[in-house]
C-alpha cells in the first residue's frame, strides 16, 4: 500500500520561529521519492523540496530542509526563520519507485502571526 | 516556456454532460497525471501515464477516463458529469527521474 499522513490540519506559528511539518508515509517499495509542496492562497503548486528513499543526507532548499527518518518513515518538513508569507497549504507527497505513482497527503495549513 | 497548459480554467456543466478537461506539456515528460482538490481532502490522484499508450488508475479514477496518445497530451474525460465531481482539477508532469512534478494552474469544474 502507498499512504501519505499529515497529522496536523493546521498549524499557527509566530513570524521568525522555526517550523517542523509533520509527514509520515507507507510503502512496501524500496525506492521512492518525497516531496514538498506549497500551496498559497492564489491556488498555484510550488515545488520546495525533494528526497530519494536513497539519499543518505537531507535535502535542503535555502530556508527549507526535508527531515528524513527512513526507519521511522517520516519525511518532515523544516521551514528555518519563518515569514509572513509562508502562510499557505503545504503538501507532502510519495513518488513510488516501480511505476512512478505520485500520492499526495491531505495537508496542513500554516499561519504565520506578525 | 509554457510547462504544463490546462485548458480550460473555469467550466460550468448540467448534469449529465460531457466534457473534457485539456492538458498539455512542452517539457518531453514521460509522466502525467491529473488530481482533484476537494476541501479537506488534499489531492486525490484520478489517472496517471507513465508515457504515451499507457494509463493507470490512481485513488480515484470512477467518472472519469483518459488516453495517452502523445507525449505531450493527456485529457481528462467526465462522460457523464455528476455534482460530486465539482472540484478544482489539476494536471502534472514529470520525468521518471527522480525531481520536480510540475504542475497547470488548476481547472475550477462545477457540476450543477
Known amino acids: 500500500a502507498q499512504k501519505i499522513t499529515q497529522t496536523q490540519p493546521g498549524m499557527f506559528v509566530q513570524e521568525k520561529e522555526a517550523v517542523t511539518l509533520d509527514c509520515t508515509y507507507d510503502?512496501?517499495?524500496?525506492?521512492?521519492?518525497l516531496f514538498w509542496y506549497k500551496q498559497p492562497s492564489s491556488g498555484e503548486m510550488i515545488f520546495l523540496i525533494y528526497?530519494?528513499?536513497?539519499?543518505?543526507q537531507n535535502a535542503t532548499e535555502g530556508r527549507y530542509s526535508l527531515n528524513f527518518q527512513k526507519a521511522r518513515k517520516s519525511a518532515n518538513l523544516v521551514i528555518s526563520a519563518s515569514q509572513l508569507g509562508d502562510s499557505a497549504m503545504y503538501f507532502c507527497?510519495?513518488?513510488?519507485?516501480?511505476?512512478?505513482?505520485?500520492?499526495f497527503g491531505k495537508g496542513t495549513r500554516l499561519h504565520i502571526l506578525p | 516556456n509554457a510547462g504544463v497548459t490546462q485548458t480550460p480554467k473555469f467550466q460550468v456543466l448540467k448534469t449529465g454532460q460531457s466534457m473534457t478537461l485539456q492538458c498539455a506539456q512542452d517539457?518531453?515528460?514521460?509522466?502525467m497525471s491529473w488530481y482533484r482538490q476537494d476541501p479537506g481532502m488534499g489531492l486525490r490522484l484520478i489517472h496517471y501515464?507513465?508515457?504515451?499508450?499507457?494509463?493507470d488508475q490512481g485513488e480515484v479514477p470512477n467518472g472519469y477516463n483518459v488516453s495517452r496518445s502523445t507525449t505531450e497530451d493527456f485529457p481528462l474525460r467526465l462522460l457523464s458529469a455528476a455534482p460530486s465531481q465539482t472540484s478544482v482539477y489539476f494536471c502534472?508532469?514529470?520525468?521518471?527521474?527522480?525531481?520536480?512534478?510540475?504542475f497547470g494552474e488548476g481547472s475550477r469544474l462545477t457540476v450543477l
Open positions: 528526497q530519494g528513499s536513497y539519499d543518505e
Open positions: 517539457m518531453n515528460h514521460e509522466y
Open positions: 510503502t512496501s517499495d524500496q525506492s521512492y521519492g
Open positions: 507527497a510519495m513518488r513510488r519507485g516501480r511505476d512512478d505513482k505520485i500520492i
Open positions: 501515464s507513465v508515457g504515451a499508450g499507457i494509463t
Open positions: 502534472a508532469s514529470s520525468n521518471r527521474v527522480a525531481g520536480e512534478l510540475f
